[in-house]
């Protein structure tokens, strides 16, 4: 088999890449809309030029947030708001054009000391005035384009300064006309396309206008430290666990002298206690990049995927001092040792992914992007990829319809486990892959967006010096189910990649012949909608499937943040049209916030009509849970014969959308996030829906022996019998058949349903894996849930630590099980569930006899009271106060 070896390092740098020392400019900014102010930018910026009459402005931020929050415009989250909010395609760009203000304090430098102002990111245009004076002398245009300006010589004496900035919005704003990316030509600038609207969001009016990104000011000496990249070599094949060889770590970093004379000094930094360093001599006004010789990192502390073992992470600081000892600039640095390899699988005509010589068999989700408004924060994205490691996921892949991620978004990343694969900013809905009556232009136009290769090639080789030190990047791709141009293309992959990273795949579209071939010959992805769960065993997809996903719906206390009360009505299934196709009644508000209502509603209705919304959502949640375990499992199931990976489309929505997504926008995890927690268990048993086969799926490095699966049934009532028990092993990373159920589960099933308990147990009776299933009847329904009893459970609550909670459950033997409950951690004053929490388990079973333990993790805030609700398809709700 061909091998491509990805040496790998990783490190996350600090958010902001600050140096000696920085701050941001975040607070305390004024702006107005362009056709309310007649001054130029020297008037505005000169600190005389009173601001009265000027409103408060959010930066980092866009237009329309700061409309929002001075109260100009509705929540656009909310019901029908949106449409409400004047789209920038109907008033014009001069409409969402504004000026934005910030005075500070910044003493003027001393001799040999350097000011910069640093922008992470502006959409779309925009020009720069600090105290009177122009600061970029060259336009500043494009979203994904960092800039830094010395403005040394521009700060006033007096130590009061004053920053101005006009941005413009992208230069063709496309028509949301209800096409994926609307009219398409929103693509012909260089920022996201999901503005103009999608299948799972309606348009953003302003289009993402504004200082969007972190603006700080940095102060060094004569010589700037930029873009450090850090690359790591891992040799062979190694384990989680007991004594390393070497490995291999190599540095560099970009040094600007901004002064008018040569500077000497000593570029190092050090690690383990041993110092690096390289002497070195920039010219005056010029920029050089230096390598530092490589270090051999002695019994190394390795970075792994999630599940597979520990995220270690070095800390360290590069730093150039002069030869005089001054420190003129560092950056603090934190990476993982890690290499990743790619090899085709010949068996599935698809890739594999290794990491430190082990192949990993890949459960990733797609990403959008953390709030359609880019209203980011480290606390979001901390929580957002917490739930992604909860899920037992270990890749997040960001959809070439947005952007490349934050380093805040990384950095969560490379502390929790999940590899990245990173889309650059193409779709093949935009940028021409089909036929599109809703696009304004042709294929072939559409084919060559956007109009400025040259921007595109500048912004994907500043993001790449952005990113590539995170342990978590793993992947790079050229766009969302198409190739960039070939002019981008060839460049981007032969020479711009090889040159600043080398040292991870390029795969050309997200649906590449390169990443896999179904036995057909080609590669796509799906399906998208709901299936019933033995497809998931039964029918092939694609062997490294970049998207297959379902549907997503929350539970009632999620529909209520965003749907108004009067529009909180249930979809109604009315039958099927005349090509077969589920039909149903949907109320209009559900319908713009993307109901996906094919074929969801007929998955319900086996549980019983839905007597009103809040039974319609408590039963989806059960739809949910079995759809997304069903699709794992099934992915599992054929690990390493019909896949190497599987991505889901998709784990989260960064708008009130009800469709693809394990939590809702408020950050309230729904029943997908758990079914798929449980089928994605690294070490798992599980039930084949289709055959009645029990397989154990072993996703670690070590052969797992001397374990027993226990396969219990319970009727209604709550009454057991034992399916099987047996000592059995599995092979590391592969997948074993048991024996099949079948016979048993249908008997046992046929007259009301029936529920089907698998665990493994070590040889010290810990239970490992704990999988739940409940059946149908003979006729496919679960006429014996609506008839069961109730069952009272015995709950107490534990403060583990200040953040942590433990939760007892106990459901006396007399009972019948007690089925799918929910556990919600509630401030106690308000009964209102604290988001975001983290569960271990939630969604649980209890059959009679038993108790489980769940762990809640949470912030807490002084002053609060907190309490936990326990509610269940035959448990009424019950609050119990932490004491």
């Known amino acids: 088999m061909k091998k491509l070896s990805l040496l790998f390092l990783l490190i996350a740098t600090c958010s902001l890449g600050f140096s000696q020392s920085a701050y941001e400019l975040n607070s305390d900014w004024k702006c107005l809309p362009l056709k309310q102010v007649k001054a130029t930018g020297e008037q505005i910026s000169a600190t005389g030029y009173t601001l009265s009459g000027w409103k408060p402005a959010t930066v980092p931020g866009t237009v329309l947030t700061t409309m929002l929050n001075n109260k100009e415009v509705p929540d656009p989250f909310f019901g029908m708001n949106n449409q409400k909010i004047p789209d ?85 704003v496309g028509d949301p006309n209800g096409g994926q990316g609307g009219d398409g030509t929103i693509a012909r600038g260089v920022a996201p396309q999901y503005t103009a609207g999608w299948d799972w969001i309606r348009p953003i009016r302003d289009r993402n206008t504004g200082i969007w990104d972190k603006v700080y000011i940095e102060k060094t000496g004569a010589v700037k430290l930029k873009n450090p990249h850090v690359i790591t070599y891992v040799p062979g094949k190694r384990t989680t666990r ?115 010589g082990q192949k990993i068999f890949i459960k990733g989700g797609n990403w959008i992007i953390s709030d359609a408004m880019l209203r980011f924060s480290q606390a979001r994205y901390d929580a957002e990829i917490r739930y992604h490691k909860d899920m037992n996921l270990n890749l997040i892949r960001i959809w070439g319809g947005a952007l490349v991620e934050r380093p805040e978004f990384y950095d969560a990343c490379d502390r929790n486990g999940l590899l990245v694969m990173q889309d650059f900013w193409m779709s093949g ?13 042709d294929q072939w136009t559409r084919r060559q967006y956007p109009d400025d290769h040259h921007l595109f090639l500048e912004s994907a080789t500043d993001m790449i010096k952005m990113v590539r030190n995170h342990a978590s990047l793993a992947i790079w791709c050229g766009g969302n189910e198409i190739t960039p141009p070939d002019d981008i293309l060839i460049p981007l992959r032969d020479s711009i990649l090889p040159k600043l990273d080398g040292t991870r795949w390029f795969v050309d579209y997200s649906n590449s012949d390169h990443m896999s071939l179904n036995n057909l010959g080609g590669n796509g992805d799906g399906p998208y909608t ?3 769960v033995h497809t998931f065993w039964e029918n092939r997809t694609f062997p490294f499937n970049s998207e297959v996903g379902s549907v997503g719906v929350g539970d009632y206390e999620s529909l209520k943040r965003f749907i108004p009360e009067k529009n909180l009505i249930a979809p109604e299934y009315t039958g099927k049209d005349k090509q077969g196709r589920a039909v149903e009644k949907v109320d209009s508000v559900w319908t713009y916030h993307t109901y996906d209502g094919v074929g969801y509603e007929s998955f319900i209705l086996p549980y019983g009509k839905p007597d009103d919304v809040k ?85 670690g490095f070590e052969q797992r022996r001397d374990l027993m699966l226990v396969a219990t049934s319970y009727d209604m009532k709550g009454k057991s019998k034992l399916l099987n028990q047996i000592f059995c092993y599995v092979e590391p990373s592969a997948v074993k058949k048991i024996s099949s159920l079948k016979q048993s589960v249908e008997a046992l099933s046929a007259e009301e349903g029936s ?36 069952a009272e459970l015995k709950i107490s609550l534990r403060q583990l630590e200040n953040n942590k909670i433990e939760v007892n459950l106990f459901n006396p033997s007399e009972n ?63 609050y119990t106060g932490l004491k």
């Open 615 to 699: 039974d319609f959502a408590n039963k989806a949640q059960l739809v949910n849970y079995d759809q997304y375990r069903g699709l794992i499992e099934g992915f599992s199931a054929h690990m390493w014969s019909w896949y190497t990976g599987v991505i889901i489309w998709k784990t989260q929505n960064p708008w009130t959308s009800t469709r693809g997504q394990m939590y809702d926008y408020y950050l309230d995890p729904n029943a997908c996030l758990y079914g798929l927690r449980a089928g994605s268990e690294m070490l798992h048993a599980m039930y084949n829906p289709a055959d009645g086969m029990v397989m154990i799926a072993n996703n």
């Open 755 to 790: 529920f089907l308990s698998l665990q493994l147990l070590d040889k010290d009776k810990k239970v490992l894996s704990d999988n739940f299933y409940w059946m149908a009847d003979q006729k496919g329904n679960y006429s014996g849930l609506n008839k069961m009893k109730k």
């Open 242 to 356: 007991g004594q390393q060889q070497p490995a291999r770590i190599r540095m560099s970093a970009e040094l600007e002298n901004a002064s008018s004379v040569k500077v000497e000094g000593v570029l190092s930094y050090t690690l383990e206690g041993q110092k690096i360093s390289a002497k070195v001599s920039i010219p005056a006004g010029q920029s050089t990049e230096v390598q530092l010789p490589d270090f051999e990192l002695k019994n190394p502390r390795l970075w792994w995927p999630n599940g597979y073992g520990q995220q270690e992470l070095y800390k360290t600081s590069i730093q150039f001092t002069q030869s005089n000892g001054q420190l003129s600039d560092q950056q603090a640095l934190s990476f993982g040792v890690r290499e990743i390899q790619t090899e085709w699988n010949a068996t599935t005509s698809s890739r594999e992914i290794l990491v430190n």
């Open 530 to 532: 709901i299936q019933p």
């Open 88 to 172: 920038i395609y109907v008033t014009g760009r001069d409409y969402y054009t504004y000026w934005f203000v910030k005075d500070f304090k910044e003493v003027f430098p001393a001799s040999g000391q350097q000011v910069w102002l640093n922008f992470r990111g502006i959409n779309y245009s925009c020009d720069i005035f600090l105290n009177g004076k122009k600061v970029n002398k060259t336009p500043y245009k494009g979203m994904f384009l960092r800039r830094a300006f010395n403005i040394s010589s521009l700060l006033n004496r007096d130590g009061k300064n004053r920053l101005a900035v006009i941005v413009y919005p992208a230069d063709v």
């Open 816 to 878: 019948p099980v007690a089925f799918f409950n929910r556990v919600s951690l509630v401030d106690q004053a308000t009964k209102e569930r604290i988001l975001p929490a983290f569960y271990d388990q939630n969604y649980i079973s209890l059959p009679p006899g038993t108790e489980k333990k769940i762990i809640i993790e949470y912030r807490p805030e002084n002053g609060k009271s907190y309490g936990v609700t326990v509610s269940g398809w035959n448990v009424d709700a019950v």
């Open 429 to 441: 809905d935009c940028n021409g892959r089909w036929q599109d009556p809703l696009k304004k232009e």
